[in-house]
Nanobody, 126 residues
């Protein structure tokens, strides 16, 4: 059974940093690209960042580029999202996801991911 468990969310003031973690079990973690998505209240879930199998390739949404960094530790079966200079617009529930096909480049498309975590909430006050 594949499980993804996010952690690290919380209530913070604008301008500070948070690091989200997502621990994966039940499939060979290093074989699958990983992604982070987020959904704010009343909005569609949107792509945030994605990382390739070996950290060499990353993709970011324009809204977070330069502030967020995605990375993975294959020895720990964990993917991270370092979020710096947080803004109120970053407030959302953040989800990690595992790409459907192994040995495939990371994707910005939600339909390319088959396993999702339960989400971790990030609240940013101004």
């Amino acid at each position: 059974q594949v499980q993804l468990v996010e952690s690290g969310g919380g209530l913070v003031q604008a301008g500070v940093s948070l690091r989200l973690s997502c621990a994966v079990s039940g499939r060979p973690f290093s074989d699958y690209a990983m992604g982070w998505f987020r959904q704010a209240p009343g909005k569609e879930r949107e792509f945030v960042a994605a990382v390739s199998l070996n950290n060499l390739n990353t993709h970011y949404a324009d809204s977070v580029k330069g502030r967020f960094t995605i990375s993975r530790d294959n020895a720990k079966n964990t993917v991270y999202l370092q979020m710096n200079s947080l803004k109120p617009d970053d407030a959302a529930t953040y989800y990690c996801a595992s790409l459907r096909r192994p040995w495939t480049a990371p994707s910005r498309r939600q339909e390319d991911y088959d396993y999702w975590g339960q989400g971790t909430q990030v609240t940013v006050t101004s």
